[in-house]
């Protein structure tokens, strides 16, 4: 039985939920996401909530039952307050730069790399080492900011590249003398 899956999503005020033709769409201050349905899954919009349960007692049923609820809870959070990932950059000339719907990043290449912010994401550089990532879609957010993480992950010696803040970075010690 899964503990996160028994548990209703509770709606907030000025939010609705609506499910039609196997998509759920929820609307709320932040705007609208929609989610395909599995089959494997009962969903029910009721009396300020959603309920999530498996469709029959098959273990891959049972599996996708909390994953489901989890994603369900994820638009319903996402239109009310959203998702920002925080990202710090550490390196002699490492800097980012937000221009617009562009990321331009020193990484110590021979050359920028320009980034394009994808649709319904939006990016802040609040200084040169910091990049916020924010947006509605949880999955989006985070996808983007593996991606820009990817471009210099960070190292064990010195800790130069990109990564998220508050992740530890396990360091290693140098050559001896």
């Known amino acids: 039985m899964s503990r996160i899956g ?8 000025g939010v609705t939920a609506n499910i039609d033709n196997g998509i759920l769409s929820v609307k709320g201050p932040k705007g609208t996401l929609t ?43 996402g239109v009310t307050e ?42 802040k550089t609040p200084d040169q080492t910091t990049v916020e990532i924010s947006g509605i879609d949880k999955q989006a957010v985070g996808q983007f900011a593996a991606e820009i993480r990817e471009l210099r992950k960070p190292e064990p010696y010195k800790g130069k590249g990109i990564k998220y803040r508050g992740e530890y970075i396990f360091r290693k010690e140098g050559k001896k003398k």
């Open 82 to 123: 959203g998702f920002t990932k925080t990202l710090e950059i550490a390196g002699v000339g490492f800097r980012a730069q937000a221009q617009g719907k562009k990321l331009k990043l020193q990484l110590g290449f021979s050359h920028d790399v320009d980034l394009d912010v994808p649709e319904g994401l939006e990016v």
């Open 35 to 77: 989610m395909g349905l599995s089959d494997l899954v009962e969903y029910k919009v009721e009396d300020g909530s959603i309920s999530v349960n498996p469709a029959n007692d098959s273990q891959k049923a049972r599996a996708y039952w909390g994953m489901q609820r989890t994603m369900v809870s994820n638009l319903v959070e």
């Open 6 to 13: 028994k548990k209703p999503v509770a709606i907030p005020s």
